[in-house]
Each structure stands twice: as structure tokens, then as C-alpha cells.
């Protein structure tokens, strides 16, 4: 081979390879698709709404919301296991996605472990534990107490049957030998509503829905599902500093991609994300909507996936859930 033909071979090799390199490196090229299996303006909407901007900052082209709510998640779970694995669809994932509904539903038209590859967890949502300004409550030990002395006579706002609330109660009433009773709502909002008029005794949804109600001194908050206590309520201990650290479950958010998306495309998304939940302006946001960022790496939520799951099963089983068809 002349000297003048091995150049050439060789410059159309480095050619094919760096056009080879540029493809592998280009992503994204266009819009990227972000499912979110809950209705627009809830918190976890418009935390990741807020996000959105410096997604798109990081990644080079818009991030868009698509909203698909309904049943438990599972529309937007489906939405998300049959599209594409090619990292132009996201999925905000969370407990009832991948804990509950395997537990849950007899069937289920995707599978938690296999359509789904981990990106981020992202944040776990703050609960309070809140009573009626006029109970006589000030602790959860007191609660306890007064649950024992009523029986059948403390209510519980829940999100219906298998609500992550039901089965708080299930537990409750295992561990304090009480006899509690779930009542179903159809939101937080109605919730609220209740346990300030005193139609129920107990409630313990979102931070966010009880706020404005304990800083006017309706409502009484007793614990906080936080890792440490609000700087909003100093004085309310957490979960765990109140005696309710042995509930195995928190609600929390993720993001996940369809099985079968490439690795450096799910490096590439993992990094926005983490880099996007560090920046001061959003992690200010994330403490005004009450929600603690808990931001991981792709293989430290598949770990965590697998012990939710676990502690899910064990949840249901001991609310003896019936199984939706």
C-alpha cells in the first residue's frame, strides 16, 4: 500500500470513528418527554416544573411535562414501560409505582423490576402527623393513650383502601393494640377540611396541606415524617424522635427510564438531575413545598428500590389488602 493510500485509509478510519463518537455523544438532539403520573399543579408537579428550566439548561433541549394521571399511577407507568429506550422519555416514578401495585393489583400492565431502569431517587415528601386544635393530643405518646381509652372513636383521614394512610393505620393499630378506624377522602384538601372541623381525629398527609391550618393554631402537629425537623415547626419532633420510627415506608419521587436505555444516556440524565437539586435556588424551593431532596445514584436507587419493595409486602400483608383485579 503507497504511503498516499494509507493516509487516506487511515484518515477516512478517523473520520468514520469521530463521526461514530459524535453520534454516541449527541444526545439529546430534540425535546425530552418527562412523565409525571399525577395530576398538574400538585407538589410533585411543580417541583418538577421548577426543575424543568435547569434540566434544559444542563441537557441542551427542553425538558416537557406530560402529565398522566390515574389509577394509582399505573397509567402513566405504562406510558412510560412502552416508549422508546432511547432517553427521550423520563418517567417520574414513586412508592405505589414501584413498591405498592405489585402487591396490590392481580395484574398489572408493566413490571416494576423489569420495564424500568433507575435514574435518581429525587425527594421524599414531608408528612405531618396533625390533630384537632381541641383534642386533647399534644404528642404521639398521648395519642396512643387516648386511642386506647376510645376504642373505635379515632378516625384517620386515608386516601382510600391501600392507601399508604390505610396502611399506616393497619400498623398502628398492630403496634399499639388499638382499633383505629381509616376513613377515605378523595384528597388532601378534603382532608384538611376534616380534621379541623373535628369529623376526624387524626391526619397525616403532606406538610404542605396543613401548614396554613397549624400556623393559625387549628391544627396541632405531633410528628413530622422528616429525617430532622423543620426549621417552619422547630418545635414538632420527627417520626422517629416520637416513637414512629418502626413504619417501614415514606412517600417518596424518582425518576426512572424505559428498560434498555443506554447507560451514558442514563449517566447524562443522572447528572442533570443531581446537578439541578443542588442548585440553591431549587433546593430553596424544594424546603417552601416541604420536601426533602434525597438525591442518589442510579445503583443506590435500585437498592433502594429493592428494600421498598420489601417493605411494601410486608405492609400489605399486614393490612390484609384484598387485591384489585
Not at 9 to 34: D, N, S
Not at 114 to 132: H, Q, S
Request: with cysteine; proline share 8%; glycine share 8%.
Amino acid at each position: 500500500m503507497t504511503p498516499s493510500l494509507s493516509r487516506g485509509v487511515l484518515g477516512a478510519a478517523l473520520l468514520a470513528l469521530a463521526g461514530f463518537a459524535h453520534a454516541q455523544g449527541a444526545y439529546p438532539t430534540r425535546p425530552i418527554r418527562l412523565i409525571v403520573p399525577i395530576a398538574a399543579g400538585s407538589v410533585t408537579d411543580v417541583v418538577l416544573r421548577s426543575a424543568a428550566p435547569g434540566l434544559a439548561q444542563r441537557l441542551g433541549q427542553p425538558v416537557v411535562i406530560d402529565n398522566r394521571p390515574g389509577a394509582s399511577g399505573i397509567v402513566g407507568a405504562e406510558a412510560c414501560a412502552r416508549a422508546p429506550a432511547d432517553g427521550y422519555t423520563l418517567c417520574a416514578v414513586y412508592h405505589s409505582i414501584m413498591s405498592f401495585n405489585p402487591y396490590m393489583f392481580e395484574k398489572l400492565p408493566y413490571d416494576p423490576e423489569k420495564d424500568f431502569k433507575p435514574v435518581n431517587r429525587l425527594f421524599f415528601v414531608t408528612e405531618g402527623l396533625v390533630v384537632p386544635a381541641a383534642l386533647p393530643v399534644r404528642s404521639v405518646a398521648e395519642l396512643r393513650s387516648y386511642a386506647q381509652a376510645h376504642p373505635d372513636k379515632v378516625n384517620v383521614g386515608t386516601l382510600g383502601s391501600g392507601s399508604l394512610q390505610e396502611l399506616f393505620v393497619a400498623w398502628l393499630n398492630q403496634e399499639w393494640r388499638t382499633r383505629i378506624v381509616g376513613v377515605p377522602y378523595k384528597g388532601g384538601g378534603p382532608i384538611a377540611n376534616a380534621v379541623t372541623a373535628g369529623d376526624i381525629q387524626v391526619a397525616q398527609m403532606g406538610l404542605g396541606n396543613f401548614i396554613g391550618l397549624i400556623q393559625s393554631g387549628q391544627l396541632r402537629a405531633i410528628a413530622l415524617s422528616a429525617s430532622k425537623r423543620s426549621a417552619q415547626l422547630p418545635d414538632v419532633p420527627t417520626a422517629a424522635e416520637a416513637g414512629l420510627d418502626g413504619f417501614p415506608s415514606r412517600p417518596w419521587w424518582g425518576i426512572a427510564a424505559p428498560a434498555g436505555t443506554p447507560a451514558s444516556v442514563v449517566t447524562r440524565v443522572h447528572r442533570a438531575f443531581a446537578e439541578t437539586f443542588d442548585d440553591p435556588k431549587m433546593m430553596e424551593m424544594l424546603e417552601s413545598r416541604y420536601v426533602e431532596k434525597a438525591v442518589d445514584t442510579p445503583d443506590e436507587f435500585a437498592g433502594f428500590l429493592t428494600q421498598d419493595r420489601q417493605a411494601a409486602r410486608v405492609l400489605v400483608e399486614l393490612a390484609r389488602v384484598p387485591r384489585q383485579p
